[in-house]
């Protein structure tokens, strides 16, 4: 694992010397796209993208948890959360083995 992140900048660079819009038009339209997800995401949609993956919130209830350092026992309120699950496709390039030659 390199421990390199990817970010929205590099994001929009590869739109923008992929696609040969402006480079303010590619973070743009990256932005727009993001925008698009987040919104259904919030509205309850799921999101998914071929050959990548699909991601939904999901509703968790309360429990009770335990303060580590302490032993307490805390509620743990309510909440969404957000799963990512990839596709078939995806999980196969990430197992696929590379020839390495020495």
């Not at 335990?66 to 496709?89: A, C, H, Y």
């Amino acid at each position: 694992m390199t421990g390199q992140t990817i970010t929205r900048a590099d994001l929009g660079e590869a739109v923008y010397q992929a696609v040969g819009l402006s480079r303010n038009e590619s973070a743009d339209l990256l932005e727009m796209v993001l925008d698009m997800m987040s919104k259904a995401l919030v509205e309850g949609q799921a999101v998914k993208i071929s050959s990548f993956g699909s991601f939904s919130s999901r509703q968790k209830g309360q429990r009770v948890g335990r303060n580590p350092k302490t032993g307490e026992e805390v509620p743990i309120l309510p909440r969404k959360v957000l799963v990512f699950k990839p596709s078939q496709v995806l999980k196969s390039r990430l197992n696929e083995r590379t020839d390495v030659k020495e």
